[in-house]
C-alpha cells in the first residue's frame, strides 16, 4: 500500500486529474491518499470529488483531507506538489508589471520576470516542506509539478530532499508531431534531452512493422519549413486587429498550428524544441521584441493568465464526469513513477533531476530534462553525454538565469535577483539595466508580502 500525500490539493483540475490517474492503476487502488492545503473550501472540494470518484468505481481507496503540511507528511512514501504561492493575485503581479515596462509573457511561469518571481515566492514553502520531509518521511520521493520546474527542482535538490519534476510538454510535443506526420504515435521512437520547456528532440525516428528503423527529422525539417514559414508567404495573412484576437488563415490556438517560432528555431539550430512557440518565444530573445514582431511569429495572442481568470473552475464538475465514465491515466507521468516505485513493471519517464555528470555540456547540479528509467529501485537518470554545442549554448543561456534565482533563494542575497533578471534573455533583450532594476524593485514592492526574506533586505544592498 503506497502512502501518497498531494501538497496544494485545492487546486482547480490537476489534483483531481492526478487522484484520477492514481485510481486507474488496480495496483494502487488500496492506496493511502492524503490531500492538503490551506484553503479549506478548494480543499474540501477535491476531497468531496475524490471519495465521490472511489465510490462510483467501488474502490477501498483510504482519503484524508488536512490543513496541516506536517499531518499529510507524516510517513508519506510519495509526496507530490501542485500549488502556487500567490494564487492569480501574484500570478496578475507577474505579468502586468513587466507588461508596462514592454516585457510581454505569454504564460509566465518558467522564466523572466514570472518565473523567478513565482520560483522566489514559493522556496521558503519548499524549505518548510523538505525540513518536515527530513523529520517526518526522509525516504519519501518528492515529486514536483510546480512551475518554473527547473529552478525548482534546483532548490528542492539542494536541500537534501530526493526529488524529481514532472511535465508534459515532452509527451504533448511528440504526440502533436507524431499527428503533423500523419504517423501512429505507437510506431515513433524518440530521445530527448535538455532543460524543462527547452529540451530537445536529439532523436526522432518511426519503428517499421519489420523492425527498422526510419529517422523522420528529413521530413519533418521539410514539411514544418514548408507549413510555418514558407507557407506563411504562400497566402497565410494576419488580420491587423487592435485587440490581437484575430486568427491568420491555417492556424490554430495553440498546439502545432502556431509554431513559427519552434520551427525557426529547428532551422536555424537543427532541432525540434519541446515546449509550444508561445511558451518557447519567452525564454529567447528572438521574437518578442515588440508587439508587431510578436505577431509576426505568433499571430494569435495566447495568455494564460487570461485562461486562468475566465475559466477557473469551469471544467471541475466535467472533468469529475469523464472520470467516472471512464477511469484512465492521462500522458502525466507521476502515477507511472508510483506504480513502477512500489514493484509494478519498470517504466521510462521524461524527469526533471540533478545535472551529476549527465549532460556534459550543461552546468553541474543544474536541473535537466532527460530520459529516467524507473523501477523499484527508484528514479534512475540516464547519462546523455554532450548536447550539440549550440544546443547547450541556448540552455546555458536559461540555466543562468535558474542558477542566479536559486542561489537568491539559497542565500537570501538580493543583489542575485537583479542578477537573475538582467540575465534573462528576453528582458536583456528590451530593457536597460537600470529599467531592469527599476522593473525588480516594483516587483519586489508589489509581492512583498510573499517575499520576507528579502523585505527589510530592499535598498540596503549594492549590486
Known sequence: MANISIIGAGGWMFPLRLIGDLLSFPTLQNSRITLMDIDPERLERT??????????????????????????????????????????????IDKQIPARYGVDQAVGDTLGPGGIMRFLRSAPEYKKITQDMLELCPDALLVNYANPMAMSCWYLSSLGIKTVGLCHSVQNTTHMLARALGMPYEQIVFRSAGLNHQAWLLEFRRRHPDGSLEDLYPRLRREMVQTHLEGRAQGWTLADSGDHTEKAQGFT???????????????????????????????????????????????QRWDYLDICTLHEGDDHAALLGSLKAELTPSLEYGARIVVAMQGGPPTVIYGNVPNRGLIENLPYECCVELPCLVDASGVQPTHIGKLPPQLAALNRSNASVQELAVQAALTGKLEHVYHALMLDPLTA????????????DELLQAQAQWLPQFALERGLQTV
Do not use: C, W
Open 429 to 440: 533583450a528590451l530593457l536597460s539595466l537600470e529599467r531592469i532594476r527599476a522593473m525588480t
Open 47 to 92: 476531497h468531496h470529488a475524490a471519495l465521490e470518484l472511489a465510490a462510483h468505481h467501488r474502490l477501498p481507496t483510504r482519503f484524508k483531507a488536512t490543513l496541516s503540511r506536517r499531518e499529510a507528511l507524516e510517513n508519506a512514501d510519495f509526496v507530490i506538489i501542485t500549488f502556487q504561492v500567490g494564487g492569480l493575485e501574484a500570478y496578475r
Open 253 to 299: 490556438d495553440y498546439e502545432g498550428g502556431q509554431e513559427r517560432v519552434r520551427t525557426s528555431l529547428m532551422h536555424a539550430f537543427g532541432y525540434f524544441h519541446t515546449e509550444s512557440s508561445h511558451h518557447a518565444s519567452e525564454y529567447l530573445p528572438y521574437f518578442r521584441k515588440s508587439p508587431t514582431e510578436t505577431l509576426e511569429f505568433i499571430p
